[in-house]
């Protein structure tokens, strides 16, 4: 569980204040996982709508300022604060913003969170991440949705869903474009372990070369979607061992339970 002992003091507190329409994202919330390699410089707070903002803000602002935590706000505009939360040494930037409603899962409840947006949703939002900006720590994080939560290339095949302006291959193009770092462009970031460049970029080559091959092999109809098994209680990616019970689950607002779901929306935690 990369966190901070201090951002995990600040994250329990705020769970309280948590809500489906209101919920821990991006970084912090992906390496909460306990095999997580990277430490989130912040936490991320995404809200529906840009009122949801300023009201998730003012309530975690008086929480922390009422347990001894300041607050100290860096930019405040309509839809997106971000301030630093510090206690005598120990301190952490935190971003309330507001994000597009559409997902392929409600968020879930989490012990240390409250409610966190769901892994599923976390990968695909890191695909779509790093297509925009070329940051080392997305790249990593990618890497680390591809092993631990989807193949990359159900994960791109996905993301053009939640931005439709996309189809599977111009993304794939955008993201070709990443893995070209330097080993101190990741001594820059705050990891458990050293990372290996090489191994990293065989990876990334070897995943890139697979999902160029997934979407030529895919119907056209189902670009957005991902692949839910009812019996093994999972999303997969189809393939020639995959189950034969997959089925197409689309994204929606606010998310939504694939049509035959019988698992744990936990279970990729």
Not at 92 to 105: L, P
Not at 145 to 153: R, V
Request: proline fraction near 9%; aromatic fraction near 10%; hydrophobic fraction near 40%.
């Amino acid at each position: 569980m990369p966190l901070t002992p201090f951002q995990l003091e600040v994250s329990r507190l705020l769970a309280v204040n948590r809500a489906p329409d209101s919920y821990l994202a991006g970084g912090a919330a992906l390496h909460l996982r306990p095999n997580s390699k990277r430490y989130s410089n912040d936490l991320d707070f995404f809200q529906d709508s840009e009122e949801r903002v300023a009201k998730a803000f003012a309530d975690d602002r008086a929480l922390l300022e009422s347990r001894g935590i300041r607050v100290s706000v860096q930019i405040a505009q309509p839809g997106y604060i971000r301030a630093l939360a510090g206690k005598g040494d120990d301190c952490t930037k935190i971003e309330w913003a507001h994000d597009s409603a559409w997902r392929f899962m409600p968020p879930v409840k989490l012990p240390d969170a409250g409610y966190a947006l769901h892994p599923v949703d976390l990968a695909v939002n890191k695909v779509l991440a790093l297509a925009g900006r070329d940051e080392p720590r997305d790249y990593l994080d990618a890497l680390y949705a591809h092993d631990e939560l989807l193949p990359l290339p159900a994960l791109l095949w996905a993301a053009v869903g939640k931005d439709p302006g996309f189809t599977p291959r111009s993304l794939l193009e955008l993201v070709r474009r990443r893995g070209r770092y330097q080993p101190v462009d990741f001594e820059r970031l705050r990891l458990v372990e050293p990372v290996q460049p090489a191994v990293l970029k065989e990876k990334w080559l070897a995943a890139l070369a697979d999902a160029d091959r997934f979407a030529r092999s895919r119907p056209p109809e189902e670009s957005g979607c991902l692949y839910y098994s009812p019996g093994k209680r999972a999303f997969l990616m189809p393939g020639p061992d995959s189950p034969a019970d997959l089925v197409a689950h689309f994204g929606s607002p606010g998310g939504v339970l694939p049509a035959l779901y019988t698992g744990d929306a936990l279970a990729y935690w």
